[in-house]
Protein backbone atom coordinates (compact mmCIF):
# COMPACT_ATOMS: atom_id res chain seq x y z
CA UNK A 1 0.00 0.00 0.00
CA UNK A 2 2.64 2.49 -0.54
CA UNK A 3 2.13 5.17 -2.96
CA UNK A 4 4.69 6.14 -5.65
CA UNK A 5 7.25 8.37 -3.18
CA UNK A 6 7.37 6.11 -0.60
CA UNK A 7 8.34 3.18 -2.63
CA UNK A 8 11.62 4.87 -4.17
CA UNK A 9 12.54 6.26 -0.58
CA UNK A 10 12.47 2.65 0.57
CA UNK A 11 14.32 1.34 -2.20
CA UNK A 12 16.78 4.19 -1.30
CA UNK A 13 16.88 3.78 2.64
CA UNK A 14 16.72 -0.37 2.56
CA UNK A 15 18.99 -2.41 0.72
CA UNK A 16 17.58 -6.00 1.31
CA UNK A 17 14.88 -7.67 -0.38
CA UNK A 18 11.59 -6.84 -1.16
CA UNK A 19 8.66 -8.50 -0.73
CA UNK A 20 5.42 -7.05 -2.29
CA UNK A 21 3.30 -8.83 -0.85
CA UNK A 22 0.07 -8.12 -2.97
CA UNK A 23 0.22 -5.86 -5.82
CA UNK A 24 -0.28 -6.42 -9.37
CA UNK A 25 0.84 -4.45 -12.20
CA UNK A 26 0.03 -1.15 -13.44
CA UNK A 27 0.85 -1.91 -17.02
CA UNK A 28 -2.23 -4.00 -17.30
CA UNK A 29 -4.41 -2.33 -14.27
CA UNK A 30 -3.98 1.37 -14.11
CA UNK A 31 -4.25 2.76 -10.57
CA UNK A 32 -1.12 3.80 -8.08
CA UNK A 33 -1.80 0.69 -6.58
CA UNK A 34 -0.28 -1.06 -8.55
CA UNK A 35 3.66 -2.11 -9.56
CA UNK A 36 4.98 0.36 -12.95
CA UNK A 37 7.65 -1.88 -14.56
CA UNK A 38 10.57 0.29 -13.39
CA UNK A 39 9.37 -0.85 -9.95
CA UNK A 40 9.36 -4.58 -10.80
CA UNK A 41 12.43 -4.48 -12.47
CA UNK A 42 13.85 -2.55 -8.91
CA UNK A 43 12.12 -5.88 -6.87
CA UNK A 44 13.83 -8.40 -8.43
CA UNK A 45 17.30 -6.69 -8.82
CA UNK A 46 16.78 -7.04 -4.68
CA UNK A 47 15.87 -10.75 -5.09
CA UNK A 48 12.62 -10.43 -3.67
CA UNK A 49 8.80 -11.44 -4.79
CA UNK A 50 5.82 -10.37 -5.73
CA UNK A 51 2.61 -12.05 -4.35
CA UNK A 52 -0.22 -11.60 -6.82
CA UNK A 53 -3.68 -10.03 -6.03
CA UNK A 54 -7.03 -12.11 -6.96
CA UNK A 55 -9.61 -9.46 -6.23
CA UNK A 56 -11.43 -7.82 -9.14
CA UNK A 57 -10.60 -4.35 -8.32
CA UNK A 58 -6.94 -4.98 -9.16
CA UNK A 59 -7.26 -7.78 -12.21
CA UNK A 60 -10.22 -6.08 -14.28
CA UNK A 61 -8.48 -3.49 -16.82
CA UNK A 62 -11.20 -1.47 -17.26
CA UNK A 63 -11.04 -0.55 -13.49
CA UNK A 64 -8.93 2.42 -12.03
CA UNK A 65 -7.85 1.28 -8.52
CA UNK A 66 -7.90 4.49 -7.43
CA UNK A 67 -11.32 5.40 -7.60
CA UNK A 68 -13.71 2.17 -6.01
CA UNK A 69 -16.39 4.10 -6.20
CA UNK A 70 -16.48 2.73 -10.13
CA UNK A 71 -16.11 -0.63 -9.02
CA UNK A 72 -18.60 -3.25 -10.36
CA UNK A 73 -20.77 -4.97 -7.56
CA UNK A 74 -19.55 -8.17 -8.49
CA UNK A 75 -16.45 -9.84 -10.22
CA UNK A 76 -15.61 -10.24 -13.70
CA UNK A 77 -12.72 -12.04 -14.02
CA UNK A 78 -11.69 -15.98 -13.94
CA UNK A 79 -8.65 -16.48 -12.11
CA UNK A 80 -6.81 -16.70 -15.89
CA UNK A 81 -6.34 -13.32 -15.28
CA UNK A 82 -3.97 -13.26 -12.27
CA UNK A 83 -1.88 -15.48 -14.60
CA UNK A 84 -1.37 -12.61 -17.12
CA UNK A 85 0.14 -10.92 -14.40
CA UNK A 86 2.23 -13.66 -13.23
CA UNK A 87 3.20 -13.60 -17.52
CA UNK A 88 3.89 -10.14 -17.85
CA UNK A 89 6.80 -9.99 -14.48
CA UNK A 90 8.08 -13.26 -15.99
CA UNK A 91 8.43 -11.45 -19.48
CA UNK A 92 9.78 -8.64 -18.05
CA UNK A 93 12.46 -10.31 -15.74
CA UNK A 94 13.04 -13.50 -18.03
CA UNK A 95 12.21 -15.89 -15.63
CA UNK A 96 9.90 -17.00 -12.77
CA UNK A 97 11.74 -16.28 -10.05
CA UNK A 98 9.97 -13.37 -8.62
CA UNK A 99 6.70 -13.87 -8.41
CA UNK A 100 3.91 -15.84 -5.66
CA UNK A 101 0.25 -16.01 -4.73
CA UNK A 102 -0.28 -13.02 -2.88
CA UNK A 103 -4.44 -13.17 -3.15
CA UNK A 104 -5.63 -10.65 -0.85
CA UNK A 105 -8.85 -13.08 -0.08
CA UNK A 106 -8.70 -12.10 3.87
CA UNK A 107 -11.88 -11.27 4.48
CA UNK A 108 -11.70 -7.29 3.44
CA UNK A 109 -14.66 -8.08 0.87
CA UNK A 110 -17.00 -11.33 0.37
CA UNK A 111 -17.25 -13.56 -2.49
CA UNK A 112 -18.33 -11.05 -5.02
CA UNK A 113 -15.17 -9.41 -5.22
CA UNK A 114 -13.25 -12.99 -5.75
CA UNK A 115 -12.52 -14.17 -9.45
CA UNK A 116 -15.75 -15.64 -10.41
CA UNK A 117 -14.16 -19.69 -10.51
CA UNK A 118 -12.73 -19.03 -7.08
CA UNK A 119 -15.47 -20.58 -4.36
CA UNK A 120 -13.05 -21.11 -1.31
CA UNK A 121 -9.46 -21.45 -0.32
CA UNK A 122 -9.49 -24.74 -2.21
CA UNK A 123 -9.81 -23.37 -5.58
CA UNK A 124 -6.18 -22.21 -5.21
CA UNK A 125 -5.41 -25.95 -6.02
CA UNK A 126 -6.78 -24.97 -9.68
CA UNK A 127 -4.99 -22.12 -9.71
CA UNK A 128 -2.10 -24.13 -9.73
CA UNK A 129 -3.72 -26.25 -12.80
CA UNK A 130 -4.30 -23.28 -14.66
CA UNK A 131 -0.51 -22.37 -14.58
CA UNK A 132 0.07 -25.75 -15.81
CA UNK A 133 -2.32 -25.13 -19.04
CA UNK A 134 -0.96 -22.17 -19.72
CA UNK A 135 2.61 -23.56 -20.19
CA UNK A 136 4.74 -23.25 -16.64
CA UNK A 137 6.80 -26.14 -15.95
CA UNK A 138 6.13 -28.24 -12.80
CA UNK A 139 9.14 -26.30 -11.65
CA UNK A 140 8.08 -23.23 -11.97
CA UNK A 141 4.53 -24.04 -9.98
CA UNK A 142 6.10 -24.99 -7.46
CA UNK A 143 8.19 -21.98 -7.06
CA UNK A 144 5.05 -19.49 -7.60
CA UNK A 145 3.01 -21.85 -5.19
CA UNK A 146 5.48 -21.66 -2.39
CA UNK A 147 8.92 -21.86 -3.11
CA UNK A 148 10.40 -18.28 -4.27
CA UNK A 149 8.23 -16.57 -1.19
CA UNK A 150 9.60 -19.15 1.21
CA UNK A 151 13.26 -19.14 -0.42
CA UNK A 152 13.57 -15.33 0.14
CA UNK A 153 12.56 -15.83 3.90
CA UNK A 154 14.99 -18.79 4.23
CA UNK A 155 17.97 -16.15 2.37
CA UNK A 156 16.79 -13.56 4.86
CA UNK A 157 16.92 -15.94 8.15
CA UNK A 158 20.41 -16.91 7.25
CA UNK A 159 21.69 -13.28 6.11
CA UNK A 160 20.34 -11.96 10.16
CA UNK A 161 22.32 -15.14 11.70
CA UNK A 162 25.21 -15.46 9.39
CA UNK A 163 25.07 -19.07 8.61
CA UNK A 164 22.41 -22.09 7.58
CA UNK A 165 20.53 -22.88 10.69
CA UNK A 166 20.38 -26.88 10.19
CA UNK A 167 17.83 -27.74 12.65
CA UNK A 168 15.54 -24.73 10.55
CA UNK A 169 13.04 -27.15 8.18
CA UNK A 170 12.65 -24.94 5.01
CA UNK A 171 11.81 -26.04 1.79
CA UNK A 172 13.22 -24.73 -0.60
CA UNK A 173 12.52 -24.79 -4.67
CA UNK A 174 15.05 -25.84 -6.73
CA UNK A 175 14.29 -23.80 -9.51
CA UNK A 176 15.01 -20.26 -7.85
CA UNK A 177 18.22 -19.93 -5.39
CA UNK A 178 18.03 -16.66 -3.99
CA UNK A 179 21.75 -17.31 -2.75
CA UNK A 180 24.40 -19.36 -4.55
CA UNK A 181 26.36 -20.06 -1.69
CA UNK A 182 23.07 -22.02 -0.30
CA UNK A 183 22.69 -24.05 -3.72
CA UNK A 184 24.04 -27.33 -3.00
CA UNK A 185 22.83 -27.79 0.75
CA UNK A 186 19.41 -26.56 -0.16
CA UNK A 187 19.13 -29.08 -2.96
CA UNK A 188 20.30 -31.88 -0.97
CA UNK A 189 17.57 -31.04 1.75
CA UNK A 190 14.55 -29.99 -0.05
CA UNK A 191 13.24 -29.46 3.99
CA UNK A 192 9.52 -28.90 5.24
CA UNK A 193 8.88 -25.97 6.95
CA UNK A 194 8.26 -25.78 10.36
CA UNK A 195 5.96 -22.41 11.16
CA UNK A 196 5.97 -22.67 15.18
CA UNK A 197 9.87 -22.67 14.95
CA UNK A 198 10.22 -19.96 11.66
CA UNK A 199 8.07 -17.53 13.27
CA UNK A 200 9.51 -17.76 16.67
CA UNK A 201 13.21 -17.68 15.50
CA UNK A 202 12.20 -15.57 12.33
CA UNK A 203 10.93 -12.65 14.81
CA UNK A 204 13.88 -12.62 17.05
CA UNK A 205 15.82 -12.14 13.47
CA UNK A 206 14.15 -8.91 13.12
CA UNK A 207 14.60 -7.87 16.43
CA UNK A 208 18.59 -7.86 16.61
CA UNK A 209 19.06 -7.48 13.24
CA UNK A 210 16.59 -4.94 11.82
CA UNK A 211 14.69 -2.57 14.15
CA UNK A 212 18.05 -0.59 14.57
CA UNK A 213 17.85 0.33 11.25
CA UNK A 214 14.30 1.09 10.02
CA UNK A 215 11.33 2.69 11.15
CA UNK A 216 9.15 0.03 12.57
CA UNK A 217 5.88 0.75 10.89
CA UNK A 218 8.42 0.03 6.98
CA UNK A 219 9.48 -3.47 8.37
CA UNK A 220 7.38 -6.84 8.79
CA UNK A 221 10.03 -9.33 9.99
CA UNK A 222 13.49 -8.81 8.02
CA UNK A 223 12.33 -8.47 4.82
CA UNK A 224 10.45 -5.28 3.83
CA UNK A 225 6.97 -5.56 2.81
CA UNK A 226 5.31 -3.18 0.64
Not at 83 to 99: A, E, M, S
Not at 166 to 182: F, H, I, K, Q, Y
Not at 197 to 226: G, H, I, K, Q, S
Request: glycine share 6%.
Amino acid sequence: HASDLVFWQLIDYWQGPIHASHCNCRALVPGQRHLSDEMIKAITEREGVIGLVFAEGMLNPELNFDTPDAWPQNARRPMSAVVDHIDHICQLTGNCDHVAIGSDLDGGFGREMAPVDYNTIADLQRFLDILDRRGYTTENVEAIAHGNLGGVLYDDFVRAYGQDDPDLLVWRAPSTVMNPALRADRLARERRLDPTRFAREYEAAFVDNVAAFLPAAWVDDAVVTL
